[in-house]
C-alpha cells in the first residue's frame, strides 16, 4: 500500500500498488475519492482501490 496527499482537498489516499502476475500489468489511474482529483498512476495487474486515510 502506497499514500498520497491529494494537491486539492489534502485528503491522505492510501491505494494499492501491488502486482501479483508479471506480463499482465496496465497503468491504473488513482484519483481522490474526495474530490476526484487526479493523483498519480499504477502499474498494475489489479485495481488500485483508493481510499481516504485522513481528510
Ligand atoms: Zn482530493
Known amino acids: 500500500m502506497k499514500r498520497v496527499q491529494c494537491p486539492n482537498c489534502g ?3 492510501e491505494y494499492d ?3 501479483v502476475w508479471e506480463g499482465n500489468r496496465d497503468f ?4 481522490c475519492p ?3 482529483e487526479y493523483l498519480t498512476r499504477v502499474f498494475t495487474d489489479g485495481f488500485p482501490n483508493p ?5
Request: aromatic residues 0%; glycine residues 0%; negative net charge.
Open 17 to 19: 500498488d501491488k502486482s
Open 11 to 13: 485528503a491522505i489516499v
Open 34 to 36: 474526495n474530490c476526484d
Open 51 to 55: 481510499h481516504i486515510i485522513k481528510k
Open 28 to 31: 491504473e489511474e488513482v484519483n
